[in-house]
Each structure stands twice: as C-alpha cells, then as structure tokens.
C-alpha cells in the first residue's frame, strides 16, 4: 500500500507528469486505432454489399501506390528534411532501420526454426516478424504526441518538425529494403503460388517439361553455351559489361520508384541551390513538390484500405494457424523491441548520437517498437501471399494497442 502511495505521489508530484503518463497512453493507442478502423472501412468496401474493392482492384490500388503515391511522400519529405550537414549528423538513423531488420530477422529465424510454420510460410514467418513499421505509424504517433500540449519534447512545432524529418529520412533505407530483402524473401515457392496444399508437397519441385532432376539443369544450362562456342573469341566490351551487371546485380529490380524517388530527394535535398529552387515555400518549382505532397498524404489510406480488404473472408482466414500468427505476434511485439532497445544504448554510450537530442532517440526506439509493416504487407499482396499478411497484420496491430503503450511509457521514463 505505502508503494502505490509513493507511486501516486510520485506521480502528482511532476505536476503534467501524471497527465503525461495518461497522455502517452492515449498516444500509444489512439494511431493503432486508426490505422484499424481504415482497414475495417477496407473490409467494408471489399464485402458483397459494397464490392468496390475486388481483388483486381486491390492489386491496383497496390501499383498505384507503390508507384506514385509512396514516392511522392518520400521525395516531399525527405527532400524538404535533409541537408547535407543533417544527412553527416544523422547517418545513425538509417544504421538504426537495418540493424533493426538484421536483428529482428535473426529473432524471426529462431522463432521460425522453434514453431516451424506451414510450408511455404518459413521466410514469411521471418519477414512479418523482421520488418517493422518505420513510416506510417510512427509518423502519426509523432504528429498526435506533439500536438499534446503536455507532451515532454517541449515547443510543438519544433517537435513535429524534427519528429517528422527524422523519420522520413529513415524511410529511403527502408525502401531499399523492402524492395531487396523482403522483395525476395516473399517470393512464391517453386509451385508458383501460396495456395499449396501441404498434403501433397513435392520434396522438391518438378523440373521443366518432366526431365529428372539430375537431367533438366544441367540441359539448360549447356544449351547457350554451344550456341555461343564460335564466339568465344570476341572481346568484352563497355557497353556488353554495362548491361550485364545490371542483369546480375538485378538493379531493375532494385530501382524501384521509392528508391529513385529517395535518391533524387538526397541528391537534391543536399545542394542549398537546387533546395531553395524545388523545395523551400514559394520557390518557383514548389509547386512540383507541394504536388508530390498532396499525393503523398493519400499514400496511407490507401494501402490501410487495400490491406483491410484481403480481410474479406475473416481474420482467421490465413494459413499460417494460431501457432504461428501467435509467435510472430509474441516476437515481433514482445522480442524485438528490447533488442532494439538494447542496441540505441549501445550507440549513445558509444557516443553516435546527437547529444541532448530526446526527440532523435525516441524516434530510434520507436523504429524497433512498430508492428509489422504496413508496406511489407502490401509486398507480400503483390507477391501472392496477401490474405496471410493482411491476417497477421489484423492480429498484430490489435495487441500493438497494449503492446505499445507499455513500451512508448517506459521510453519516455528512460529519457525523462
């Protein structure tokens, strides 16, 4: 009894701090929620009774976003963010996302190996727990945390400001990955599609046109090269080097639109001439960027609607069973964050942090506190494997409510 007084106390005795501790709660929560209710609107417009969000136009409303929408966020963002002096200051912000993903992907395997999920789920089960939501919810957590009049970061607007600039400069890297990594990890099994019933699983997957295993590889391989044998004597050139690295180094596949659009944000974003010429309030191409803008603020609607409707024949719809939702749940909520908190201590004894800089280390532990990522479930609709995402991303931003708060609370206390 006399600790909880203490407590209570305690508490009082910080005069805000009690609305504080209130507040950060409602903060934790209240993005969660929203990010919920438009994937319920989703599901709402993917039912029979709506059925304006078909599968077709899910897959759609996916390439739009990934095309323009997620780009132009990017490239506004970042671009009006980042100076060249910042980008020399904050390099730990990116270090941040992929040592992040390295070790939430680590943790992924482990849980994976122990669970041992339903063919073909295994770098599924890695990737919904390795890859966290480092944008949009953090995004809106920053923008509702600063507009609390209590909140502990001090003015509003300078919150919000570096808030948002630091987190959309993290965003590039995340870009890379999400088009690299996870681009390839979600790639359909040698069946071709996720719709695999396990009974009948193959122990390895057929050859072309029936030939025995030991056969087929070994055929196609040969065949260009006796094709080519009178010309082995002709000499590399530039221009054969040039496009047979970008085969190799599969950069098509790299350069995406995010990517390029978080290139050229940098690039353009750290010489003060062409900053003040695209991205500075009345500018004479501020229009293009004030564009870009307004397109990237549909960007999360968006991809939360096309996400609730994979939804449409119910949470438990996936394939993956309660054993595995449950672990990635546990692990992506309970494992990773203080894995994540554990290597941002690291860093500022190390003394790879802006000094007296709260606001910089709230964001860097918020990156390793996030629910699977929104985009990474928008990867997986595009590679096949939609419905399964869109489940454990249903599950995962359900417990995150509590999950967050909890963590959100104890960050706030190690700061402060």
Same mark, same amino acid.
């Given at each position: 009894?006399?600790?909880?007084?203490?407590?209570?106390?305690?508490?009082?005795?910080?005069?805000?701090?009690?609305?504080?501790?209130?507040?950060?709660?409602?903060?934790?929560?209240?993005?969660?929620?929203?990010?919920?209710?438009?994937?319920?609107?989703?599901?709402?417009?993917?039912?029979?009774?709506?059925?304006?969000?078909?599968?077709?136009?899910?897959?759609?409303?996916?390439?739009?976003?990934?095309?323009?929408?997620?780009?132009?966020?990017?490239?506004?963002?970042?671009?009006?963010?980042?100076?060249?002096?910042?980008?020399?200051?904050?390099?730990?912000?990116?270090?941040?996302?992929?040592?992040?993903?390295?070790?939430?992907?680590?943790?992924?395997?482990?849980?994976?190996?122990?669970?041992?999920?339903?063919?073909?789920?295994?770098?599924?089960?890695?990737?919904?727990?390795?890859?966290?939501?480092?944008?949009?919810?953090?995004?809106?957590?920053?923008?509702?945390?600063?507009?609390?009049?209590?909140?502990?970061?001090?003015?509003?607007?300078?919150?919000?400001?570096?808030?948002?600039?630091?987190?959309?400069?993290?965003?590039?890297?995340?870009?890379?990955?999400?088009?690299?990594?996870?681009?390839?990890?979600?790639?359909?099994?040698?069946?071709?599609?996720?719709?695999?019933?396990?009974?009948?699983?193959?122990?390895?997957?057929?050859?072309?046109?029936?030939?025995?295993?030991?056969?087929?590889?070994?055929?196609?391989?040969?065949?260009?090269?006796?094709?080519?044998?009178?010309?082995?004597?002709?000499?590399?050139?530039?221009?054969?080097? =040039? *496009?047979?690295?970008?085969?190799?180094?599969?950069?098509?596949?790299? %350069? #995406?639109?995010?990517?390029?659009? /978080?290139? @050229? $944000?940098?690039?353009?974003?750290?010489?003060?001439?062409?900053?003040?010429?695209?991205?500075?309030?009345?500018?004479?191409?501020?229009?293009?960027?004030?564009?870009?803008?307004?397109?990237?603020?549909?960007?999360?609607?968006?991809?939360?609607?096309?996400?609730?409707?994979?939804?449409?024949?119910?949470?438990?719809?996936?394939?993956?069973?309660?054993?595995?939702?449950?672990?990635?749940?546990?692990?992506?909520?309970?494992?990773?964050?203080?894995?994540?908190?554990?290597?941002?201590?690291?860093?500022?004894?190390?003394?790879? =942090? *802006?000094?007296?800089?709260?606001?910089?280390?709230?964001?860097?532990? %918020? #990156?390793?506190?996030?629910?699977? /990522?929104? @985009? $990474?479930?928008?990867?997986?609709?595009?590679?096949?494997?939609?419905?399964?995402?869109?489940?454990?991303?249903?599950?995962?931003?359900?417990?995150?409510?509590?999950?967050?708060?909890?963590?959100?609370?104890?960050?706030?206390?190690?700061?402060?």
């Amino acid at each position: 009894m006399a600790t909880a007084e203490r407590f209570l106390l305690a508490l009082q005795s910080q005069g805000a701090g009690g609305e504080s501790l209130l507040g950060s709660i409602k903060i934790a929560v209240m993005p969660i929620v929203k990010v919920f209710t438009m994937c319920a609107l989703g599901l709402l417009m993917a039912s029979k009774y709506v059925n304006i969000l078909p599968t077709s136009g899910r897959k759609l409303l996916n390439g739009l976003v990934f095309t323009l929408l997620l780009p132009c966020l990017i490239f506004s963002q970042l671009g009006q963010a980042v100076t060249l002096q910042k980008m020399l200051d904050w390099w730990f912000i990116p270090v941040n996302v992929v040592l992040g993903s390295i070790s939430g992907s680590l943790i992924g395997f482990l849980v994976a190996a122990i669970v041992r999920p339903p063919y073909p789920f295994f770098k599924f089960t890695i990737v919904q727990i390795g890859i966290g939501n480092i944008g949009n919810v953090p995004l809106v957590l920053i923008s509702a945390l600063c507009r609390d009049q209590s909140n502990p970061f001090g003015d509003a607007e300078k919150c919000s400001t570096d808030g948002t600039a630091y987190i959309s400069f993290g965003q590039w890297v995340g870009a890379i990955i999400l088009y690299t990594y996870v681009f390839n990890m979600l790639a359909p099994p040698p069946e071709g599609t996720f719709d695999v019933d396990n009974e009948s699983v193959p122990l390895k997957s057929s050859p072309m046109n029936g030939a025995l295993p030991e056969q087929a590889p070994l055929l196609v391989k040969e065949e260009g090269v006796t094709s080519t044998a009178g010309n082995t004597s002709k000499k590399w050139k530039i221009k054969d080097i =040039l *496009p047979f690295l970008y085969e190799k180094l599969k950069l098509k596949q790299i %350069l #995406q639109p995010p990517i390029i659009a /978080s290139i @050229l $944000a940098m690039a353009l974003g750290a010489v003060p001439f062409l900053k003040q010429l695209i991205f500075t309030p009345n500018a004479p191409l501020f229009f293009f960027t004030d564009s870009c803008t307004i397109l990237g603020e549909a960007m999360i609607p968006c991809i939360l609607l096309a996400l609730g409707g994979n939804l449409i024949d119910g949470p438990g719809s996936s394939k993956l069973g309660f054993r595995t939702t449950a672990a990635i749940i546990f692990a992506r909520l309970l494992l990773v964050p203080p894995v994540g908190l554990g290597i941002v201590m690291l860093a500022d004894k190390l003394g790879f =942090l *802006p000094p007296d800089d709260k606001m910089f280390r709230f964001v860097l532990l %918020l #990156q390793h506190s996030m629910p699977t /990522s929104v @985009l $990474a479930g928008a990867v997986a609709n595009l590679r096949g494997c939609g419905r399964d995402a869109a489940a454990v991303l249903f599950w995962v931003h359900i417990f995150a409510v509590f999950s967050m708060a909890g963590w959100i609370i104890l960050y706030l206390n190690i700061l402060f």
